[in-house]
């Protein structure tokens, strides 16, 4: 199991540096237009990595925040909290765009092209940050198991 956490650790480190690295420099490669705010050829394959680190993310920081009980410390109860609600605060934003931009449905409006990349713009910033977090997590607890 431990190999197991090493490996979704190592994977969710790898997404999180893709998806900071990509939005930086999207912008040196990239003119974007109207009806093309960003490139989706890129983003179509880092789309599936981030749906795919969000749901292990909810996953295995829900199993670190259930395992927290009044005998452990004040700062792993934050961590693990904050790391729960960031991927599903995360998870809401990135699945209602993902879905939105797949053209599911064709008519659902609920949200302009300025809107959905103010979205982007969100879920970029913040999804590094948590599988960063989580992986660096996961590669510490596997070392000392």
Do not use: C
Request: no cysteine; hydrophobic share 50%; proline share 3%.
């Amino acid at each position: 199991m431990t190999s197991l956490l090493k490996i979704i650790g190592i994977f969710l480190i790898l997404v999180a540096a893709i998806v900071a690295i990509h939005t930086v420099i999207e912008p040196l490669y990239y003119t974007s237009t109207d009806d093309n705010p960003y490139n989706a050829s890129v983003w179509t394959y880092i789309n599936v990595l981030s749906a795919i680190s969000i749901v292990l993310g909810i996953i295995l920081s829900y199993s670190r925040m259930s395992k927290v009980n009044e005998n452990s410390s004040v700062q792993e109860f934050i961590a693990a909290n904050t790391l729960f609600y960031g991927f599903m605060f995360v998870a809401i934003f990135f699945f209602w765009n993902w879905f939105g931009i797949q053209k599911f449905a064709e008519d659902f409006t609920a949200g302009g092209p300025e809107t959905r990349s103010i979205v982007w713009i969100i879920v970029d910033a913040l999804s590094p940050l948590l599988n960063g977090a989580l992986g660096a997590h996961l590669l510490r607890k596997s070392d000392s198991s």
